[in-house]
């Protein structure tokens, strides 16, 4: 049987993951989605749109989705959803979790790789990132919450664009762009996404096409002279084959963000053993800082593309399609909070063949 996809919702107080929420509730898309949400969030759904017995903490629709109330852990109620739905009590294909405004959806990411029965019946689909165009810079500087909730993202949506001004928005979209370079980023009003934006975006599934904006590398490129990859100010790399991103503290008022990328390229291949070692160890070390992880990998020895991702220490790695006529090369995106940047880029440069 396949499993149901999992879409995680997330984004700080005040961001419109409510409004999304109703959308997707009420709405006539002709998709069996069921909601699970978090009753001791800032906003909750079934006080405004739901008449429910206090008793009752899973509601059918009248469009055929499902809301669900979880009033005790998130295993609990997505393996009770599953029970319902095996017994055909209700139906569904898909599932959407809202996340408290001031969570970490980490634990929640990880609970579909922790948990036998949930990993049984689910996979989890993406991460979708709700930021306030409004209250987003300032969030971001205050609350570390909210720059993992941005750090997380297989999607970003900036929302209520309507209420500043376009320059506005382009600050804030450069910002969330170096915060976290794999995940596309889009401006909403009122509201209003695309569902086919938010489900089915395969962020957590290996084959999946890697993400990594290639804007991301252009945004202080300098004249370097057709050597083809971005450089840091304050090194010398002249012939090291990979990028380098800058210390990205300018565009949004000298503030230096705890969530930040880097971007790893070359095109030459990795000695396998030795970067099994290396990404063991560093995992060990700064595994619960890295919030995620995720790269097409060149390996000597194999004409097919090794593909990996990862969130915190658990890392999972997949051999993918072969190299064909494309040109050979790793590329590997990593945020996480205060990293190590240099000591892991050099590290990855020791473990070429």
């Not at 906003?43 to 979880?70: F, P, R």
Request: net charge negative.
């Amino acid at each position: 049987m396949a499993l149901i996809p999992v879409t995680i919702l997330t984004g700080f107080l005040g961001s419109g993951k409510t409004t999304l929420l109703k959308h997707i509730l009420t709405e006539e898309h002709g998709k069996k989605i069921a909601v699970i949400e978090n009753e001791f969030g800032e906003e909750n759904i079934d006080n405004d749109i739901l008449v429910q017995d206090n008793q009752e903490n899973i509601v059918q629709m009248s469009n055929g989705c499902i809301c669900c109330t979880i009033r005790g852990d998130l295993v609990d109620a997505l393996n009770e959803l599953w029970e319902q739905r095996k017994n055909k009590k209700i139906s569904f294909d898909r599932v959407v979790i809202e996340t408290t405004g001031v969570a970490n959806p980490g634990p929640v990411a990880q609970t579909f790789f922790m948990d036998d029965d949930v990993a049984d019946h689910y996979v989890l689909d993406a991460v979708v990132t709700l930021v306030d165009a409004k209250h987003g810079q300032q969030q971001l500087n205050e609350h570390e919450e909210a720059q993992r909730q941005v750090g997380f993202a297989d999607q970003i949506f900036i929302t209520k664009t309507d209420l500043v001004t376009p320059a506005e928005v382009d600050a804030l979209r450069n910002r969330l762009m170096h915060m976290n370079p794999r995940a596309p980023i889009a401006g909403i009003s009122k509201g209003i996404v695309p569902l086919n934006a938010v489900l089915d975006l395969k962020g957590f599934n290996l084959n999946a096409k890697l993400d990594i904006d290639p804007h991301f590398l252009e945004q202080d490129d300098h004249d370097h002279a057709d050597c083809g990859h971005d450089h840091s100010h304050d090194h010398d790399h002249s012939t090291c084959g990979h990028d380098h991103s800058h210390d990205h503290h300018h565009g949004h008022a000298g503030h230096t963000d705890r969530i930040q990328s880097f971007v790893f390229r070359s095109d030459k291949p990795f000695d396998h053993k030795k970067l099994e070692d290396f990404l063991g160890g560093i995992l060990e070390v700064f595994g619960e800082k890295m919030l995620r992880y995720k790269g097409v990998l060149y390996v000597k020895g194999s004409n097919r593309k090794v593909v990996f991702q990862g969130v915190h220490q658990m890392m999972g790695s997949d051999l993918a399609g072969p190299w064909g006529t494309e040109r050979k090369q790793t590329r590997m995106v990593f945020i996480g909070i205060d990293l190590p940047k240099d000591t892991l880029l050099a590290g990855l440069e020791g473990c070429l063949a």
